[in-house]
């Protein structure tokens, strides 16, 4: 299995809602990411996990919360979104951190719209 | 900040040969990715320059020049296929692996 999925693929939701969104590989990656992407930009790096834990937070609002309950999940928790948050939220894994040209392996993204 | 430019647009024939530059301010990173993007789908992994030099993929080689703080990626026999948006990225590894992405260009095959 070389698939990262990811959970919903749309989501619409108003500025008061809480939803999050699922990421989900069976790679045995150790490194998982969160990226943020709006139309015709590259995509922004927004956290970085490494063996379950958080090793690089970009700046990122608090109202993004990310989460890795264990080594194959990783889930980002959005509450009091802004509509200039909306986007396509993409997951990606690769298979360790510190190794050179280390592959990222992205998934299909969470278009996200903020009401 | 990290900055990586690219052209925003090119256009090329099937069975060409096109070029995507890459230019950078930023030194400091372990290597320059390339990844494929097609509209709506997930970036895709396509080459990897660790070293100064050539890589070759396949139908896709890329290249690297430290000291001119400049790569690209080299695509042969151009198919349809192939229109997508490419992004250059600088793969910092250390401790995070993260990846600063280029601006992206956005290729257009015509027949």
């Known amino acids: 299995d070389t698939e990262v999925t990811q959970t919903p693929k749309h989501l619409v939701m108003g500025m008061t809602n809480k939803k999050s969104l699922k990421c989900e590989q069976h790679m045995g990656h150790r490194a998982m990411y969160w990226y943020k992407q709006k139309a015709k930009k590259p995509p922004e790096l927004m956290f970085v996990y490494s063996y379950e834990k958080l090793s690089i937070n970009e700046s990122v609002p608090s109202r993004f919360s990310p989460e890795c309950p264990n080594s194959s999940l990783l889930n980002l928790h959005l509450h009091a979104l802004q509509p200039e948050d909306s986007a396509l939220y993409l997951c990606?894994?690769?298979?360790?951190?510190?190794?050179?040209?280390?592959?990222?392996?992205f998934g299909p993204g969470t278009r996200l719209t903020v009401l | 900040g990290q900055s990586l430019e690219q052209p925003s647009e090119v256009t090329a024939v099937e069975g060409a040969i096109v070029q995507i530059n890459c230019t950078y301010q930023?030194?400091?990173?372990?290597?320059l990715s390339w990844y494929q993007q097609h509209d709506g789908g997930a970036p895709t992994f396509l080459s990897y320059n660790g070293l100064d030099g050539l890589e070759e993929t396949g139908r896709f080689s890329s290249f690297l020049s430290r000291s001119d703080s400049y790569g690209y990626l080299l695509l042969q026999e151009l198919q349809m296929k192939d229109s997508a948006s490419y992004f250059c990225a600088q793969n910092y590894g250390g401790a995070t692996n993260k990846l600063i992405f280029g601006t992206g260009t956005l290729l257009a095959v015509q027949p």
């Open positions: 930023t030194s400091g990173f372990y290597g």
């Open positions: 990606a894994s690769s298979q360790d951190i510190g190794g050179l040209g280390n592959e990222q392996f």
